[in-house]
């Protein structure tokens, strides 16, 4: 059985990505951006969909997130 959501959420990292890249001074398009750069194909739209917790994070774009956002993967939950 595939689970895509929880009590209404997608993710549980969606608030906690924000928090960083606010922190961090960064605007979503520039998150967006710098994933890119890894190869990580995510618009700015996607961006906000994460962190308002309407969509799946895969487990690579969570690795890619920690490196983008100078932290670690426990950090992120």
């Not at 398009?29 to 962190?51: C, D, F, H």
């Not at 308002?52 to 487990?59: L, S, Y």
């Amino acid at each position: 059985m595939k689970i895509y959501n929880y009590e209404g959420k997608a993710n549980i990292v969606g608030p906690r990505i924000k928090q960083l890249r606010i922190s961090q001074k960064m605007t979503q398009e520039e998150l967006a951006i710098k994933m890119q750069l890894e190869n990580v194909e995510l618009s700015q739209k996607v961006i906000s969909r994460i962190e308002k917790q309407e969509r799946f994070v895969a487990d690579y774009e969570l690795l890619t997130f920690c490196k983008v956002l100078k932290t670690d993967l426990e950090n992120l939950f």
